[in-house]
């Protein structure tokens, strides 16, 4: 289901006489008459309702003899919430575009001349500008702590405070034998 | 005479406004927000036609035959246009569209009687 498939459909939903034709739609298949003599309301509000439910993808209808009978579209509804949230966003690209603009704009902030001028306090920020580090990083190898502090103070000062940051926000993890750049394998 | 028809007709107007506001709001507070735009689009065509008899009143002076020539003329002229939206859905099997022009189409047929009762005499 796409985002714009799901916003007509909870939109369509939003309404309590939509509401009660779907419930009467889940016992078992009606007809326009049969649907406006049992929620009390006129047949054409009725067929104004399942148009609307029928563009959202809710209901169905077949002919049946000389009445057209409308069925509740099940699959749709076996779609869990959770399923929908999931699905990629129609706006992912553009998410993206912005979430680069922004990123470059706190790189931009923070550093001068491949120096890190600040610590930031916004974690947001924070985490951006410790990716940037931890860029320094290669990964599949297992690096000394003298040598992680070596990295990263050609960046800042407070080399410590870094260190315990980049493995607090899981960029670098760390044994008895060393620290490594986390997610290995994955695009630099 | 024709003070007292008006006056009659601006009621019935006003309290039609009235009753639609009314429903609107019950239906609103009922999460029929479809239904309660219903309600509403009532309440305009209810609105437009009292705008129609003070105009119709204003040009025909004291001239109650063509104070009610002007009045029933728009109410044949303004719905054509609704009357064809309708059929063009009706074409379309567009039961939205045509729920909607059935409204206005309804409410000015409901219009129209009432006039015409009320000009004749007859409430």
């Keep these: 289901m796409t985002e714009t498939e799901a916003i007509r459909l909870f939109k369509c939903l939003s309404d309590k006489s939509r509401l009660q034709i779907l419930k009467s739609l889940a016992i078992e298949d009606m007809y326009v008459e049969r649907l406006a003599e049992r929620l009390g309301i006129t047949a054409p509000t009725v067929s104004f309702h399942l148009k609307k439910l029928t563009d959202a993808g809710a209901v169905t209808s077949y002919k049946s003899q000389y009445y057209m009978m409308y069925s509740l579209k099940r699959e749709i509804f076996e779609t869990s919430i959770l399923e929908i949230l999931q ?5 992912a690209e553009v998410q993206a575009q912005r979430d680069a603009e922004y990123r470059k704009k706190v790189i931009d902030t923070f550093f001068e001349y491949g120096k890190l001028k600040a610590i930031p306090a916004q974690k947001k920020k924070k985490r951006i500008v410790l990716e940037e580090l931890v860029r ?3 990964f599949d190898r297992i690096y000394s702590e003298r040598e992680v502090n070596l990295i990263i103070a050609d960046f800042h000062d407070d080399f410590c405070a ?23 394998g994955q695009r630099n | 005479m024709s003070t007292q028809r008006i006056a009659k007709l ?10 639609c506001g009314q429903r609107n709001q019950t239906l609103l507070a009922d999460d029929r927000t479809d239904e309660a735009t219903f309600e509403k689009i009532k309440a305009n065509v209810y609105d437009i036609f009292r ?6 009143v204003e040009t025909g002076k004291d001239d109650s035959e063509a104070v009610k020539r002007f009045f029933l003329l728009k109410a044949e002229q303004i719905p054509s246009s609704w009357e064809a939206a309708y059929q063009k859905a009706k074409r379309h099997d567009n039961a939205v569209d045509m729920r909607i022009e059935q ?14 009762k009320i000009w004749e005499g007859e409430v």
Aim: charged share 35%.
């Design chain 1, 87 to 91: 699905e990629k966003s129609d706006e």
């Design chain 1, 136 to 138: 320094s990083f290669e």
């Design chain 1, 162 to 184: 870094i260190r315990r940051a980049m493995v607090d926000e899981r960029l670098l993890d760390r044994s008895e034998s060393g620290y490594w750049r986390v997610g290995m």
């Design chain 2, 10 to 19: 601006n009621h019935y107007f006003d309290n039609q406004i009235s009753l």
């Design chain 2, 51 to 56: 705008t129609i008899l003070s105009v119709a």
């Design chain 2, 103 to 116: 409204i206005k189409l309804d409410t000015i047929k409901e219009i129209r009687e009432t006039f015409t």
